[in-house]
């Protein structure tokens, strides 16, 4: 009879006893919001959206309102932003780009001396080039003359 009595309040025990929550949710969800401690009250960040509201007691409860933005320093900041990332952007396209091919310089030709003496000299350095040109050319002939002569007379 013991036996049935323990095991009948064991029963009635497990019954009793809360059951575990099974609404399918996963542990460990973020919450919505988050609250900071503060002087007056709390200070509550929605994760969502971003917006953060002052909560502070009153004579009826608790109330929460909405921490005004400097709306104007925003947009400021933001176009300041903008400016530098287009620049930067700008700045990277050209850092991009090959340089453009070193420019000679202004005057190519050496600057003027004396021009005739430079042509005379240079007219005599063509002729000595050209006589010795055509000496060698009348010798290698003349060694192909030679050459055809004697094969002649051998053959």
């Not at 002087?39 to 953060?52: A, M, V």
């Not at 420019?103 to 005379?120: G, I, M, N």
């Not at 010795?132 to 002939?141: G, H």
Request: aromatic share 6%; glycine share 4%.
């Amino acid at each position: 009879m013991r036996n049935l009595t323990l095991a009948i309040a064991a029963v009635l025990a497990c019954a009793a006893s809360p059951a575990p929550a099974q609404d399918g949710a996963p542990p460990n969800v973020p919450s919505r919001y988050t609250f900071n401690r503060v002087d007056d009250g709390f200070l509550r960040l929605d994760n969502s959206s971003g917006q953060i509201a002052f909560c502070s007691p009153h004579a009826v409860g608790w109330a929460c309102q909405a921490v005004p933005e400097d709306r104007a320093a925003l947009e400021k900041e933001i176009a300041r932003l903008q400016g530098e990332v287009a620049s930067l952007k700008s700045e990277v396209a050209a850092l991009r780009e090959p340089p453009p091919p070193p420019r000679p310089p202004a005057e190519l030709t050496p600057p003027p001396t004396d021009k005739s003496e430079d042509a005379t000299k240079l007219r005599e350095d063509l002729e000595r080039a050209r006589a010795a040109f055509e000496q060698a050319w009348r010798r290698l002939v003349e060694m192909i003359v030679n050459f055809q002569k004697d094969m002649m007379r051998k053959g």
